[in-house]
């Protein structure tokens, strides 16, 4: 006997508005790699640049892992992320299957997001993105990736794809003096339920701030952006000092 199909759920609407951060993940699929050897990572970090600059999307932080990237980035107009997302999704794939011989997709269904709001939700993010190879215990240091923002933020290497965002640049007017904050921020200790909220948001695609930030949005879209209550994320005495 055969069982009626489920009717399927209709995909959750992004929450995309100029000018506001979004925090955007896309995974290999089925948690495959992504990424192979240096030069993936060097031809997709170029051509994120590229497109991203086309499609007027600014980048501020960004990690590439051996299967997934995290994305930090404001877009210029609507669609823009999408836009930037699709192309970037479909070169890169190009480059991949030519070099490799293969064919297929490399990338797992549509990408998440969630919109971020600025100021210290802002900065955790960025700081969560950034921390993903120490996370995954790749490295000791996030600065021992090569394939991040950290070292830019951080440390100030020069790195053409960043375009620093305006929370992170109140954190002194001083380049080296904001790096050591920054650097300072990133590397206090995150509770492991900050971890999870962050993760949450981006996941089932809620705003991630507060709920003023969530009604704001609310009332442009006309339909819901999270669930009815957000909390504050919690920041360490220390770390919370070096933010302002």
């Known amino acids: 006997r055969l069982l009626p199909e489920r009717p399927r759920m209709p995909r959750p609407t992004r929450i995309d508005l100029p000018g506001v951060a979004q925090h955007v993940i896309q995974r290999g699929n089925d948690r495959q790699p992504c990424f192979f050897a240096d030069a993936d990572y060097l031809r997709y970090r170029a051509d994120l640049r590229d497109i991203a600059q086309h499609e007027g999307c600014a980048v501020h932080a960004y990690v590439l892992m051996t299967n997934h990237v995290h994305l930090l980035v404001t877009p210029a107009s609507r669609g823009a992320i999408g836009r930037m997302m699709q192309s970037l999704g479909r070169r890169y794939v190009r480059s991949v299957n030519a070099r490799y011989r293969r064919t297929g997709t490399l990338w797992e269904g549509r990408y998440k997001a969630c919109p ?6 802002l900065m955790h993010c960025h700081r969560y993105i ?5 996370r995954a215990a790749m490295v ?10 950290h070292r830019c933020n951080a440390l100030g290497e020069h790195d053409p794809l960043v375009s620093h965002h305006r929370s992170y640049l109140s954190l002194s007017d001083d380049p080296r003096t904001r790096q050591a904050r920054y650097r300072a921020f990133a590397m206090a200790s995150v509770e492991a339920a900050q971890l999870d909220a962050i993760r949450l948001h981006v996941q089932r695609q809620h705003a991630f701030g507060t709920s003023r930030f969530r009604e704001a949005i609310e009332a442009q879209l006309g339909r819901p952006a999270g669930p009815l209550k957000i909390g504050r994320p919690r920041t360490s005495g220390a770390a919370a000092e070096r933010l302002l």
């Open 116 to 121: 971020v709001e600025d100021g210290e939700y």
């Open 130 to 134: 950034e921390l993903n190879p120490l």
């Open 140 to 149: 000791a240091d996030p600065a021992d990736h090569p394939w991040s923002s």
